[in-house]
């Protein structure tokens, strides 16, 4: 019982905090709020008894991504409130339209048998040993083309970045 | 919900996917809503996470370590996206003093 009372409580928070980056105004808030998803979410991981997962996303995502979109917020000076807003029409028909797709998503699910094979409190394929022993023998070439990926993505940032000289 | 193992007090693969549905719908509304080309992208990482954490959630209950590496390169595909993306965004932002996405729209027609 415990352990649903941890995801309800979990995924309050993540929703809220969601919600929230919708709602607050100024970006820097959004970037917090969403940070606090971020932590939500590996907490939602280690329930999983996905400790590797977690640990990655904590690093990845409350180490790096956040301090990108940080140091854009604060290099663009966005920190100003009110300055792009919708009309509130556009708001209701956005919501409406998103809670529609929200029906049809779970309305889905009443013809779908969910078959469940393994307790994730046992399962161990979540422990680095297990999922390293995965990536290093199945899925070795997506692994090094991912490398190559990160490769063209950095030289592409600073190729960005760079002054050009008129 | 039929199980083969014990039943040790897990949390139904039901509630992850409506957890998970509810994110993304967030993240969808966050895309539609939003003007700032900034909190466009933050919408689509609530998304990313959202179909993360579902990806994560099934490879822990039908025990195929596969969903999760698949969640491991899309963290990576990520992190490689927002930096390119927000690299694209400083510089859109040098050349027309603006990230509001309604003013962005030479490329429209």
Known sequence: MFQVYLFLFLSCVALFSAIMVLLSKKPIHSVLYLTLTFFALAGHYILLNAQFLAVVHVIVYAGAIMVLFLFTVMLLNLNKEGQFSKTTLVKIIAVVAGGLLFVVLIGSLKSFDLATVSNPAVSQIGLVKNLGKTLFSQYLLPFELSSILFLSAMVGAVMLGKKDKE | ?109
């Open chain 2, 1 to 109: 919900m039929e199980t083969t193992v014990t039943q040790l007090q897990m949390i139904p693969l039901v509630y992850y996917i409506i957890f998970c549905t509810a994110l993304f719908t967030i993240g969808v509304v966050g895309v539609l809503v939003k003007r700032n080309a900034l909190a466009i992208f933050m919408s689509v990482e609530l998304m990313l996470n959202s179909a993360n954490l579902l990806l994560a959630a099934f490879s822990a209950y039908r025990n195929d370590s596969s969903g999760q590496v698949f969640v491991f390169f899309i963290m990576v595909v990520a992190a490689a996206e927002i930096a390119i993306g927000l690299a694209l965004l400083v510089v859109v932002y040098r050349s027309s003093r603006t990230i509001d996405i309604n003013i962005l729209n030479r490329l429209k027609w």
